[in-house]
């Protein structure tokens, strides 16, 4: 990976780590379903602004079932599964969930991509998800009964995440990075329209519930998505996925700097845990000594 991408890489895990946050703190006042159309709606005005001032003209209609396709997976259904099990579910538990998403999305790269693996990417993919559980481990243990239906959503939803990621590579090769941000919100905004009226809305928001909610349209969403469009357009899907290694380690520095959380064992061993998967899935890193043996060979599942 290069330097450049590998900034956008940890800036991105920044900009989606708070968005659990404000998950938190607005999905009980406006439900899933409003919540996530203030999301992805106030997201597409961000980026339609831009490329007004850019003068770039989005042509919805030639890409538009790609678009509400990648608005499906990859914004409308997830992020309203993720919002449904934010209301139960705590900040860590749902990470640990969330990071399976590069092991599905190396999965299904196997399978419609016919991609390789090598050695160093599955260790750093399995060293990843360790990593994530050490972090979270305190919020693991505190759940004395299993709830399972936030559980499946919060795996469903990584799933999601894994199918949009692997067919954004293979079909979007003629599609820019700002065309696929700016179409799939919009396709999201009109998929989530009728979910939104739907679900009614919990308790009446104040002020800063609507500061909560348009950062995680504004920076968590429409800004966040076209690094992320960019990272799997020069990286490719398994590399842009490997930052819900990072996300954990970030929300965890979040609470520490402003909620006075305190920083334990699991945050050290976790922590570098999950840089060493992210250098390995990156191959940033490689092991010297598969060099010449066969273990060096991509591993083909």
Known sequence: MSLINLFRL???????????????????????????EIRV??????LTLIAW??????????HKAHYFIIGFFNLALPFTLFAYAAQS???????????????????????????????SIFLG???????VVILSWDGLMVQNEIDWLPLLASLAGAACYAIASV??????????????????????????LPIALLIPIQHSPVAMDWVWALALGLLSTGLAFMIYFKIIEEEGPIKALSVTFIIPVFGVLWGYGFLDETI???????????LLAV????????????KKSALNKPLDL
């Open 10 to 36: 940890l800036l991105l895990s920044v900009l989606w780590s708070v968005s659990f946050l404000f998950l938190k703190l607005g999905a009980s006042v406006f439900g899933a379903g409003i919540l996530i």
């Open 41 to 46: 709606f106030s997201a597409a005005l961000l």
């Open 53 to 62: 001032w850019m003068k770039r003209k989005l042509n919805f209609a030639e």
């Open 89 to 119: 579910l705590d900040v860590s538990l749902m990470a640990v969930l969330n990071s399976s998403a590069p092991i599905l999305g190396a999965l299904f790269s196997l399978i419609w991509l016919k991609t390789k693996l090598t050695p």
């Open 125 to 131: 993919l399995l060293l990843g998800v360790a990593g």
């Open 167 to 192: 067919y954004t590579k293979k079909t979007s090769k003629t599609i820019s990075p700002f065309d696929n941000a700016l179409g799939t919100l919009w396709a999201a905004s009109l998929l989530m």
């Open 264 to 274: 334990g064992w699991n945050l050290l061993i976790g922590g570098g845990l999950i």
């Open 279 to 290: 250098a390995l899935t990156n191959e940033l890193i490689r092991f010297r000594f598969f």
